[in-house]
Structure formats: structure tokens, C-alpha cells
């Protein structure tokens, strides 16, 4: 056996595999046919690739049954396709458009709460304005009364007298 | 339905729609139980592990995201539970030797060869597994293990080799 047969032999396994690129195959082809070690290697490796081929084969061939298998088992599970507000709100807030889109909404759902509640605030703010508006006119009106103007209604309701201011 | 892309199907099975779902595990889960197979080097637990896997993929559809992949998330999704299943195991391999009779030939018994595939290190024997599953296909392998064209033939090139030794030569302990 030649030092290169230590290189074809690599090649030698590719090729059985059947992961060889076809011009390299050639080459091996050629060099198989003049030399009986690595022919003799390679008939090894071509009778444990049938080997392999025969195991997997074997093992897959119980496949049907085992889906089967998994599928009666997923059916006997309770039912788990309802939405509850927890998935759908993970769902919503899944893809970036729509965690944009999310993000958006809030923040015009803020901005309308406060300009409600600031309308709000305004206008009661004005209410209280208004009514202590009026509450001085009215005392400013009582202010203006003189004492003698007072006393003199007073004496006209009790006495029946009139008096002129002077 | 059967007609149907991934994609529908997924959307069908956050619903709760167990039908298109069974339709999933029809698509994948050969490749699930390769992962497996792969991983664990033993049928019996890796038909109890993929199993698992579909079901948990049922249970947390949700979770898988839109720009994601059914295949791709269901396939790591059983590795990791491979994963654990070797941890809480705490799996120690026997290794036996075996003198093999005659020179060069492959041992004919699919229990050694079993034994020879579990001792294969993970990394050579998954993508080993899957190429058999998957119709030889290299490509497909190495899409799925998020690795290179070349870095598969590596492997399998690698696992070929060590699987000859350890039929020829005999399985040896190596962890």
C-alpha cells in the first residue's frame, strides 16, 4: 500500500458514502482499479454502508405506528386552542409592527385621558371662578350700604318715619 | 389540508387545531426522531424523546416565532430535550472490546453495529443519522444543523472512518 493510498482512502469512504464530488470519483475509480488493498477497503466499507443502510432502514420502518403513537396521545390532551387575553395579548405584542403599533395606541390613549380630565379640571376650576365672582358682588353691594341708609330703613319699618339723608 | 404549507398548518395548531397538527408530525417527525437517534445513539430512547418533543411542540406552539421555521424549531427543540435526557440520565457508556475475527471485515450483527453507532462521539454520529434518514442528503442536513456543505461531509467522513475502526478493531471506552 502507498503513501498515497493514505490519501485515497478518505476518498474511498466519501465515495461509498456517496458524498464524493463526481470528477474526484473518477480519479479514485481509476486508482481502485490498480490497487487490490484500497479495493479490498472499499468492498469493507460498501458492506458496512449496506449494514448502516439496513439499520436505519429497520428503525424507520416502525415510523407509521409511532406517529401514530404521538397523534393519539395529542388527542387525548384537553383541549388547549382557546384565546385567553394573556395569548392574545402575547400575540399582539409579537412582531416590532406591531409593538409600534401597540406603543401608538397607548400613548393617544394617555393623551386623550388627560385632555379629558384636564376639560375637566377647567371647567370646574371656571365653576369656582364664577361663584366667587358672585360672592363678592354680593358683599361688595353690602359694602356699598351706608350705616345711616340701613338705620334709616330700619327707623321707616319701626317708626314709620321718614328721614332724608343730608 | 394535506396540501397545505408549514406555515398554514402552524397557524391552525395555535388555534388548537389537533388535525393540522397530526399533519406536522407526519411531515417531521422522521427527522425529529434522526435528531434523536442521532443524539442518544438508542431507538428506545429516542422513540420516547421524539415523542416527547412532538408533544411539547404541540403544548408550546405559541412560542414559536413567525420569522422561525416549524422544522428547524421542532428539530432544536428535541435536541435540547436530548440534551436533558443525557444529563438527568448521567449516562455512562460500557464499552466492551471485541476482538473481530479475520482481518478487515464488518462485523454482520446489527447489535454491534448499535454499539458502534452509540459510541460514535455526537457530533459525527447526528449527522450520520441524518443522512440516512434523510435520503442521503447532504444539503438538507446541513441546513437543518445550521452547518456548512462541507462541514457534513467532514462528519460523516469522520463517522464512517470511526465506525469501521470500532467494527474492525473493536468499540473502545472514550469518555
Known amino acids: ?27 479514485l475509480q481509476q486508482h481502485l482499479r490498480e490497487c487490490p488493498a484500497c479495493r479490498d477497503y472499499s468492498r469493507t466499507l460498501r458492506e458496512e454502508d449496506q449494514l448502516l443502510a439496513g439499520f436505519f432502514a429497520q428503525s424507520s420502518a416502525d415510523m407509521t405506528s409511532r406517529e401514530d403513537s404521538v397523534i393519539s396521545t395529542i388527542n387525548g390532551l384537553e383541549p388547549s ?43 370646574i376650576n371656571r365653576c369656582i371662578e364664577l361663584s366667587g365672582e358672585n360672592l363678592r358682588s354680593v358683599s361688595v353691594s353690602a359694602t356699598m350700604t351706608t350705616p345711616e341708609s340701613l338705620g334709616s330703613v330700619a327707623e321707616q319699618i319701626i317708626y314709620g318715619k321718614t328721614y332724608s339723608k343730608t | ?29 422522521r427527522h425529529v426522531f434522526a435528531v434523536c437517534l442521532g443524539v442518544l445513539g438508542n431507538v428506545d430512547d429516542a422513540e420516547d424523546i421524539s415523542q416527547d418533543a412532538m408533544l411539547k411542540g404541540f403544548l408550546k406552539i405559541r412560542k414559536l416565532r413567525k ?30 472490546k471485541k476482538q473481530a475475527a479475520g482481518t478487515g471485515r464488518a ?52 463517522a464512517r472512518k470511526q465506525l469501521h475502526k470500532f467494527l474492525t478493531e473493536g468499540v473502545h471506552d472514550e469518555q
Open chain 1, 1 to 27: 500500500m502507498s503513501s498515497n493510498c493514505d490519501k485515497m482512502r478518505d476518498r474511498v469512504a466519501d465515495l461509498v458514502t456517496g458524498i464524493l464530488p463526481e470528477m474526484e470519483a473518477h480519479a
Open chain 1, 81 to 123: 386552542g382557546e384565546t385567553n387575553i394573556i395569548s392574545v395579548g402575547g400575540m399582539i405584542l409579537r412582531s416590532i409592527l406591531e409593538k409600534h403599533s401597540a406603543a401608538a395606541a397607548v400613548i393617544v390613549v394617555v393623551t386623550l385621558y388627560f385632555l379629558i380630565t384636564w376639560s375637566w379640571i377647567s371647567k
Open chain 2, 1 to 29: 389540508m394535506s396540501d397545505f404549507s408549514d406555515d398554514i398548518l402552524v397557524a391552525a395548531s395555535r388555534r388548537g387545531d389537533k388535525s393540522a397538527y397530526a399533519l406536522l408530525v407526519k411531515r417531521h417527525y
Open chain 2, 67 to 96: 420569522d422561525e421555521q416549524f422544522d428547524q424549531w421542532i428539530l432544536r427543540t428535541a435536541k435540547n430535550l436530548c440534551i436533558d435526557f443525557l444529563r438527568r440520565k448521567k449516562q455512562t457508556r460500557a464499552f466492551l
Open chain 2, 107 to 158: 462485523a454482520s450483527e446489527n447489535h454491534d453495529l448499535q454499539r458502534a453507532i452509540r459510541n460514535l462521539p455526537q457530533e459525527f454520529r447526528l449527522p450520520l443519522v441524518m443522512y440516512y434518514f434523510d435520503n442521503k442528503d447532504a444539503e438538507a442536513i446541513a441546513r437543518k444543523l445550521n452547518i456548512s456543505h462541507s462541514g457534513v461531509c467532514q462528519r460523516i467522513r469522520a
